[in-house]
């Protein structure tokens, strides 16, 4: 291997992904000289592998189902969707798995690009070594910044390797729909594969380890309409339900539970957690646990580490682009304040570089058919952290955008008020086009709108927004 000298910037993120390619941009921004390492695309695992191929294959199920609501449109709405056209599209959404668009935009803002694996070397250096077994130094003047996000979990079951298991990434990148599939899991990712394929044409047996149901995190209502819905569309879903063990034979995947039930199919997906990308990035050379996820305090900064910052899924605060993201900007602000000399208040918040909403306001969108979408606590996790709370409910049905729809809306909304400081701490929609609400909730949790104001915001009319004055109202009168 050849090595070179080493190479100073002021700032060396390991991690190429949207997390990564945002904290680059504001160190940029403010003027700090930034290399950015990749060791597989740029752009990272939601541009290829999550986030854009997921929704690419789920927004056909979800337009056809909204089209199967409606009179005059025609068509069952059971039968598969043209899985070549959907895949195709899905391609075209991943650039065909290459990065050239996403090169040239980490060249734009000025940032130099090292392909490979990323290392650290001691303290502000991280070793790079290429593809061809070249090796660079590089040394960060004022920050290093690991943003490489997590990875599948698979259980630890004999033989499952030699099964070649699905994760997420075959989920969202296969090529053609399999005949049977088993989906592992009732958290986000199996509920999205499984609206996804089914749709395509698979036969997906959903078997789920937890008695809760599906989308545990959530408000128990939402899983349960999910489900309901997974099931209308086909899928055998099956609760309170491990996995033994699991072998191929003669191309078949054959899964046997602990209830003695043993069910076969052409593929099998696991989606049964993550875990984070921290296993070769040098962390035993400054005192790390390697396969560790990474505590921070509010603007990103490894505790203990005036120099190191963990953004995004590796300090698993909130495993979610979009949060990632957040976390990126926050983390770029407070290198590029800390470089410039700005005071550290390290008694308090602070300030703008405070990554305050990973606490309390989170909010996520499931893409289900209907969609799932919370934000903040729910009324289980608020009265376990001790507020005094209520939460009043809303049949979405009944409000009049929601049956512009089409028949038989199903749907439901849940606001968690704070009695003491008559704000809101949490709220969950679930419905057909309920995705586009939870930014207006997301708003009053952050903000903690008193209630009081929220009378003032007035929803348009007809849309599902009209929903705020349907809870206000149930709140007011209970």
């Not at 040239?104 to 070397?121: C, F, M, N, S, T």
């Not at 309170?240 to 191929?248: C, I, L, N, Y």
């Not at 009049?400 to 949490?426: C, F, H, N, P, Q």
Request: proline content about 5%; charged content about 25%.
């Amino acid at each position: 291997m050849t090595q070179t000298d080493s190479i100073a910037y002021d700032v060396v993120v390991i991690g190429a992904g949207p997390v990564g390619e945002n904290v680059a941009d504001r160190t940029r921004a403010a003027g700090l000289t930034t290399a950015i390492v990749e060791s597989e695309l740029v752009g990272g695992e939601c541009s290829y592998w999550a986030c854009m191929p997921s929704k690419a294959l789920l927004r056909p199920v979800i337009a056809r189902a909204d089209a199967r609501r409606l009179p005059g449109v025609g068509g069952t709405g059971r039968e598969p969707l043209d899985a070549p056209a959907v895949l195709a599209r899905r391609d075209a959404f991943t650039s065909h798995w290459k990065d050239d668009g996403q090169v040239r935009w980490v060249e734009g803002i000025g940032a130099d690009l090292y392909r490979g694996q990323g290392r650290l070397a001691g303290p502000r250096t991280v070793e790079v070594t290429a593809p061809d077994g070249t090796r660079r130094t590089l040394t960060a003047r004022h920050a290093v910044a690991l943003c490489t996000g997590s990875g599948a979990a698979l259980p630890d079951l004999p033989g499952l390797a030699e099964v070649r298991p699905w994760t997420s990434r075959e989920a969202t990148s296969a090529k053609s729909a399999p005949g049977r599939l088993i989906v592992v899991g009732g958290g986000v990712v199996a509920v999205e594969m499984a609206t996804a394929w089914q749709a395509l044409g698979s036969r997906v047996t959903l078997l789920v380890r937890g008695d809760d149901g599906l989308l545990a995190r959530m408000e128990p209502f939402a899983g349960e309409l999910v489900a309901e819905a997974l099931t209308e569309a086909g899928v055998d879903i099956r609760t309170g339900t491990s996995v033994e063990s699991v072998v191929r034979e003669s191309g078949t995947v054959v899964a046997v539970t602990d209830r003695g039930d043993r069910v076969e199919a052409d593929e099998i997906l696991f989606a049964t957690g993550r875990v984070p990308r921290t296993g070769d990035l040098g962390l035993e050379t400054v005192g790390l646990e390697p396969g560790s996820w990474l505590h921070v305090d509010d603007s990103l900064r490894v505790e203990g580490h005036d120099w190191l910052y963990a953004v995004g899924d590796v300090n698993h605060r909130a495993l979610l682009t979009h949060q990632g993201k957040y976390q990126a900007r926050i983390a770029g602000a407070a290198i590029a304040a800390r470089a410039s000399g700005e005071p550290d208040l390290e008694s308090g918040p602070w300030g703008a570089h405070a990554a305050t909403a990973d606490h309390d306001a989170v909010p996520q969108v499931v893409f289900t058919d209907p969609e799932a979408a919370s934000v903040g606590l729910t009324l289980a996790e608020a009265e376990r952290a001790g507020h005094r709370v209520r939460a009043v409910d809303v049949d979405l049905a009944t409000v009049a955008g929601a049956s512009l729809y089409g028949d038989g809306y199903k749907g439901r909304a849940r606001m968690v008020v704070d009695l003491e400081d008559e704000i809101v701490r949490g709220v969950t929609f679930v419905g057909p086009g309920v995705g586009e609400l939870i930014h207006s909730a997301t708003v009053a949790v952050a903000g903690r709108v008193p209630v009081d104001r929220l009378w003032h915001a007035v929803p348009s009319y007809p849309t599902i927004s009209e929903v705020w004055l349907r809870l206000l109202e149930a709140y007011r009168d209970n």
